[in-house]
C-alpha cells in the first residue's frame, strides 16, 4: 500500500519505519527540519515496564497554582471553556474498575514495547545510549504502603520486579547520598532507561534504507477522504515562517495520523474529534561531572514523581504535570523540584554552574487523552489511521504502538490486546 505518516516524532518515524518493514510505500510529512524535534526532544527516558504504575496514590487529584503537592496535576491556572470538561473526564478515568483496566492495558502495551525496542535495537545493532535495570525509590514506610496496589498490579501481568531493602538499593546504586532518608526500593528488570532522541535518528536511518521517504519543512493543510478507497492530503513544503510553494495534493491509499497535538485541528475537518489536552513536563540534561556519583542506570523517585537516568555520559531528570502553561514557557516550580530531587539523591552527579557547566532545561507537551491511554487503529473513516495521545509515557509506548499499527493495518492480530486504545472508544 501507499500509505502516508503525519508527524516524525519517536511514535510517527518509529510506525515508517514498521510500516516499510511490512513493504509498505510510505512517506513521512514533518513540518520541522528533522525528526523529534518537539515532543521527543528531551522527554523522560524510561521505557521499563512497571514505571507507569500509580506509585504516589492510586486516585488521580488536581492541585492550584500555590500548592505544593507533587503527586497531582498542576493547574497554572482556572481552566477555561473545553478544559473544564476534560479535566472532570481525567478524574473519573482514575477511579474505580475503570482505574485498574486502564492501567492493566498501559502495562501491557509498555512491556510490549519495551520488548519491540530490544528486538529492534538488537537486530539492527543500532547505536544509542541506554541502560538496564531501574529502582522505584521510597524515602518512607508510609510511601512503600501507598504503592502496594501498583505492586499488586505488577504482580497479576507478570511484570517482572523484587522488593530491596535501603541496604539492597545502595548495593545496586551506590552513588544514592547516604543522608537522604531510603526505606527501600523496587527493582524493575529488563531494559529500563534510553536515549529517545537518539533512537529515533537512527530508525529514521533503518526507515530510509527500507525506501521511507521524509518529507521535512512540510505541513499537511488538510486531509480529504474519497468516495473511493484512500485519502488526499493537501501539503505545502514551507521555507522558515513562509511558504516556499503552493499546496498540492497527493493521494495515499491510507494515511496514519502522528502528529500528537496538531492531530486534534487536522482532524475536526472530517468530523474527528479528539478530545485531548497537552500536559507539560520538564527535563533537565548535563554531563556527568564524577561518574563514581551518577546513576549507574536510572531511578524514580516515588514520592514526586521524578526520574533520573543515565544516557551514556549525560544525565537526565524529568517530571512534572502541569497544565495550562503556555507551549515553551519554562515552570520555576517545576525546574526546582527537578534540581532539588537530583541534589537529593546524586549530589555532585552533574556540573551546574561555573564555567564548564552546562545544563538544558526542556519543556515539552505531552498529548493526552482524559483517560491516559492512545488513540491506537482505524478511525470510522476509511483510510485514516491513528496512533496519538500517548501521554507522558510516548516513548514507552512508541515501538509498541507503530508495530501493532502495522499490524492492524495488515489485517493480521496483534501480539497483544489492545481494544482499550481503539479510537472507537472516543466515538472516532
Keep these: ?19 516499510a518493514q511490512d513493504g509498505h510505500e510510505v512517506t513521512v510529512f514533518e513540518r520541522r527540519s528533522t525528526v523529534a524535534e518537539e515532543a521527543s526532544f528531551a522527554s523522560g527516558a524510561l521505557v521499563a515496564a512497571g514505571w507507569t504504575s500509580p506509585w504516589n496514590s492510586p486516585e488521580r487529584s488536581l492541585r492550584m497554582p500555590w500548592s505544593s503537592r507533587a503527586d497531582a496535576l498542576k493547574l497554572a491556572q482556572l481552566p477555561r471553556g473545553g478544559e ?31 520488548e519491540r525496542l530490544q528486538s529492534i535495537t538488537e537486530a539492527l545493532q543500532l547505536n544509542h545510549d541506554r541502560s538496564p535495570g531501574m529502582l522505584i525509590l521510597w524515602r518512607t514506610a508510609r510511601q512503600a504502603e501507598q504503592s502496594r496496589i501498583a505492586l499488586q498490579h505488577m504482580k497479576d501481568l507478570g511484570i517482572q520486579h523484587r522488593e530491596l531493602s535501603a541496604e539492597q538499593a545502595r548495593a545496586l546504586e551506590p552513588a544514592i547520598n547516604a543522608e537522604t532518608p531510603l526505606h527501600g526500593a523496587v527493582e524493575l528488570i529488563g531494559e529500563a532507561a534510553a536515549n ?42 514551507t521555507g522558515g515562517n513562509r511558504t516556499a510553494m503552493p499546496g498540492e495534493i497527493q493521494s495515499f491509499d491510507a494515511v496514519v495520523v502522528c502528529a500528537g497535538l496538531h492531530s486534534t485541528a487536522m482532524l475536526r475537518p472530517l468530523g474527528l474529534r479528539l478530545p485531548m489536552q497537552p500536559i507539560y513536563s520538564h527535563s533537565l540534561s548535563a554531563a556527568i561531572r564524577e561518574p563514581l556519583d551518577a546513576p549507574q542506570s536510572a531511578v524514580l523517585d516515588a514520592a514526586h514523581g ?32 527537578l534540581y532539588a530531587v537530583l541534589s537529593d539523591w546524586f549530589p555532585g552527579a552533574v556540573r551546574l554552574g561555573g564555567p564548564r557547566g552546562s545544563v538544558q532545561e526542556w519543556q515539552g507537551p505531552q498529548a493526552s487523552l482524559p483517560d491516559g491511554l492512545p488513540a491506537l487503529g482505524a478511525s470510522k473513516l476509511p483510510g485514516v489511521w491513528l496512533n496519538v495521545g500517548h501521554g507522558n509515557a510516548g516513548w514507552s509506548m512508541a515501538c509498541g504502538s507503530a508495530r501493532i499499527l502495522a499490524d492492524q493495518l495488515a489485517g493480521r492480530s496483534p501480539d497483544v490486546g489492545v481494544a482499550g486504545c481503539s479510537p472507537r472508544r472516543l466515538g472516532l
Aim: aromatic share 8%; glycine share 10%; with cysteine.
Design 1 to 19: 500500500m501507499k500509505v502516508a505518516v503525519i508527524g516524525a516524532g519517536v511514535v510517527g518515524t518509529t510506525t515508517a519505519f514498521e510500516l
Design 84 to 114: 473544564w470538561r476534560w479535566l472532570w473526564r481525567w478524574l473519573q478515568a482514575g477511579k474505580g474498575e475503570y482505574q485498574a483496566a486502564r492501567h492493566q492495558q498501559i502495562h501491557q502495551l509498555v512491556r510490549y514495547s519495551q
Design 196 to 237: 529517545c532522541r537518539e533512537f529515533v535518528l537512527s530508525i529514521r536511518d533503518q526507515a530510509r534504507e527500507l525506501g521511507c521517504h521524509f518529507a521535512f519543512n512540510t505541513t499537511v493543510e488538510s486531509i480529504q477522504t474519497k468516495t473511493a478507497r484512500g485519502v488526499e492530503l493537501r501539503v505545502s513544503a
Design 306 to 337: 521524578v526520574s533520573i537516568a543515565r544516557l551514556g555520559q549525560r544525565i537526565r531528570v524529568a517530571g512534572g504535570n502541569d497544565f495550562g502553561i503556555p507551549t515553551g514557557q519554562l515552570s520555576p516550580a517545576t525546574l526546582r523540584r
